[in-house]
């Protein structure tokens, strides 16, 4: 099995370049026939995702693994790049592959009619790459070129109807809001160079002192993150874009979305932990304001997504909802971290947080898609015109069902089990947080049932007398979902045990990091 | 004093490329802006990498009687602005592409005028 | 890898516990008994007549396509109650992308404020 080891040991590297390969070939393959490009698409993303499986075997069951770019025998870690990959990048690289492979099942029929697919495929790879390559890297620095790459393929995608003035003011606004987070983030990087002349994850963690700059470096890296991920009153963009991108993008926009996520988790558990031990004060700060801004962001995110009219704009809401409820366990795992006595409440909630993040994931994204479905029979995006769609469109209402449930956190489908762990652990630190959290949870269910009573149920209309139910491909990516919700829902106790317990200690406990980083060198 | 003249202008040139973020109303301006920006924080890095009493870290044109490879100046800053630059061409013209379409659509540059999405 | 054991575990939440499958079961079961005890109701309504009609407080009943409800009035008692509060959030989402920025540049500064750095 020598050959086998060989890969793994090179997979780090191949989870990056094979979509990025795959990226610039396309419009070369493209010009042989449009069905060889789609499946050379899928091909590639199967490939990332035979080298993801390879290395999550290996990864949970040796611990962190490195690949050093350039010299091997030198003694300076400063100057290289390296990937590192523990149990948590690994988890984000599976929830990417998994959005990233059934966006590409599901453009295959539903955007056929359109043009310039070439670039569209292009642009897609190249946002996989991107999110992978956030989620994998162990070097700051780089982390921020992954960002920048991340920030162009998406605005790219968000205004590829570029015939709607809709969706390039939507793109605008994205991009303008984001590259100055990017350069703000850039600014902190050089704030560390400066200080500790570094520039990798490990060395970092290793020497930091929170001094002065580190405070500033560290409020950048959480706010501009935070932006980037969503969180009030800085989400405005988030509705705006995830609106008007085409639906078979916006689920890998949200992976995305859900790497920056990551790397606030990656900057505040992995990066500063070393630091707020000596400082117990600070770090309870910043857990307290990330706390309060996620209430903030819970409860704005619903009540605006209650008085939406666009279908895709309030999933976009809700999503932003969603993202409070993550932000909410990383609050309470900065303010336990070092509370001896609170420790099994912030693992607990972190737990839920981790798990929140591919149910997160799943349900929006199976939201995402059945509006996308909708769009594509009805060409209407507008709640007010819709009614009686159960009728022509059996399975897409049932996909909508799974996923309202599941949104909204009723059992027994997965949302309610990572919310439940959210609502036990912040209940013991405040018993108002889980409150305010559990009534958005209602609130949720009702934004839901507003809208599978305004689009599906109703008696039927007349101009919808010919709608038929949406083709096979779209089916199947909706499918793949909805199959992984009801097995999460079901059987969450092996989700947590396999995928999130690795990754929340290795959050918990950065040594492990830092000795696999320096140690290994 | 002189050396904190390069750091006053950083917190400067981000400082005006936000006001004209925040406050101009032209698309083009507020691209004009985050260019400023850009440039302000090359400008961080840039001057990170300046090291008193280093020399430049080419082998061939090393100066007569320098420490190897101790007072060579290690070129991370150099590169990182390098690498930067580069993204930050990208984003420009991106953005630029963007506003001439939204032109077409809205017939406006203003931003106060190109807000379909509210709400 | 996994066992059945494994499947049927239960999750620990610290004080709690959750088990979908002994949930789903115990779901099931009462759906069964509310659909035995639906079989005890009475079946000799007379179909056609004003028994099987719906009774609007008196009204006559329109055509079925005139009764639906448009999404944005499902709710309108709430947000007419919340209406003070849905002015502010309506003013604060303008759409403008310069506001955009300048939020993101308060919370970057409150921020900053409660870390002690300002």
Redesign the interface.
Known sequence: MNWLAEIIKHSPALIVAVPLLGAFLTPLVGMINEKVRNIFALVMISITGFFIALLASDVYANGPRIYVFGAQNLALP??RILFEVDSLSIFMAIVTFILAFVALVYSWSFMKENDGLDKYYTLVLLLVTSTLGMELTGDI?NFF?FL??S??SS??LI?FW?H???A??????Y???S???A??V??A??IF??QY?A?NIATLANVIQFT?LD??A???L??VLG?KAG?V??H??LP?SY??APPSVTIVIIGATQASLYGVFRMCFTLYSGAFKNVVI?ES??GL?IIM?AILTIL?GV??A??Q?DFR?LIGFVAVAEIGYIFLTIGVGLVTLHDPNMI??GK?AMNGGIFHIINDCLDIGLLFLSAGAIYYATKETS??E???LARNMKYTTIFFLIGLLAVSGI??MNG??SK??IY??TY?LNPIISIVAILASIMLL?IFV??F???FL?????KFENVKEVPKSMLIGMGVFACIIIFF??????V??HLVEPAVNVLMNNAQYISAVLGGV | MIYNIPFIAVVAMIFIGLYAVVFRRNLIKMVIGITIIECGVNLFLITLGYREGGVAPIYTSLPEGTQYPSEMVLPVPQALTLTSIVIGVAVLALMLSLVMHIYKQYGTLDVRKIRRLKE | MLSLESLLETLKTGNGFWNPVVWVVATAIIFLLIYILRGFGKKDYKKETGQTQAFLSGNPEYEKELMHVKSSNVYWGFTETLKSVYDVLKKMHNGNASDYVLWFLIIMAVVFIFMGLI
């Open positions: 400063v100057v620095f070129v920048e790459i920030c162009i605005c790219a205004a570029v709607k003035g809709e390039l003011e939507a793109a605008f606004k991009i303008v809001i590259s100055i987070g350069l703000f850039l600014f990087i050089g160079y400066a002349n520039l002065f405070k500033i560290l409020v950048l959480v706010v932006m969180l009153p800085m405005m963009w705006d609106g008007q600070s700060t910043i304001i801004l704005i009540l605006m209650l008085i009219t704009r099994t409440v607990t709640l007010n819709m009614g009686g059992p027994p309610f089990a439940l762990l036990q652990s013991q009702a507003k809208v009573y305004s689009a109703g008696p039927k209309i007349s829902g079901l059987f969450p106790n092996i947590i045990h």
